[in-house]
């Protein structure tokens, strides 16, 4: 039986991102590390496996982009975070029915956990994949960035502010294993990063992705120096509002935030209005957040579903509109899901965006 003690690594205190890194990511204890998580018998279900035909959309899209940067002879697509590669396997499919494109593209995957890579690589096994731990090995561009359900996954750091000064929220383990929540004094670093954000200086409640914009900061380099872009979909709000978005799941169940640590999964929201200041300080343009269900919808996933459906039985049609409702309806995935698109390119015409 492992103790809560085990995620500080002999420190008493750590902030709240450094901490669930520790839950979500160590190398043995952690929840990406020690068990699988998606799908009926895991912890959530992505889109990907709700229907191929979103990753067919993602294909399509990725050709579309292709295109939009003039066919060129070398063109890398970057999946962030593969999940256990359902999305990929799904694209090179795809892929195959474009002979052009795909003798023109290389697909790389990064992925921070060694048991889902493992899974990646039994259900791929294609030897024009390749595994990435940094963006070094991509060297002639452009380079297409895409991430689905990735950002929320990256720890957040949490801060408070009371009267002008900014307090971070830390966890201390008690002699009962019992984990209480601190603010200290936040480090001079920390504030100057926040109050370099217009869209957080008039919170009293701040999440700050540090270490996700830190990510963030590499793949803007490369896309600044190669042309390129990044699509990220994923669950969040547009307007910050004081709130605090940490949750856990298990087995699709909401999970009190210390219960079942390393067992089950930990997430933020999303805030995308910071992304798209974070792309903009970073010389990247950007095109009008959408939802996903927006972005679905003017990639043509109801006519692809509607001509699929022709051919099928009444249970399979049955199925295949329930997954669609699922991904499209705003009660469920189709507006709290957002669909981000930042680019370094004369042209802006990228399909799925007015």
Known sequence: MKTNKIFFKNSK???????FKNVLYDKKFGYYNSKFPLGKKGDFITSPKISSLFSEIIAIWIISCWETFGKPKNFNIVELGPGDGSLASILLRS?????????KKKLFLFEESWLLKKIQKRKINNKGVRWINNFNEIKKG????????????????????LKNSIFEKNYIIEKNNKIKQVFKKASVSNVRDIKSYKILKKLKFIEYPKLGLKELKKITKKISMLNGCILLIDYGYSKPNNQNTLQSVIQHKKNKLFNNLGRADIT?????????????KNNLKTKNLISQKEFLENMGLVERANILAKKMRFTQKTDLYLRIQRLLSPKMMGELFKVILAYNFK????TGFK
């Not at 205190?13 to 901490?19: E, G, H, K, M, R």
């Open 142 to 161: 452009p380079v297409v960035f895409f991430g689905n359900e990735f950002f929320d996954a990256i720890p957040i750091k949490q801060f408070k502010k």
């Open 268 to 280: 933020a929201h999303v805030n995308f209005a910071l992304l798209n200041e974070f792309f903009l």
């Open 13 to 19: 205190i750590l902030p709240v991102d450094s901490f």
């Open 95 to 103: 892929f195959k029915k474009f002979p052009e494109f795909n003798s």
């Open 347 to 350: 042209n802006n015409n990228f």
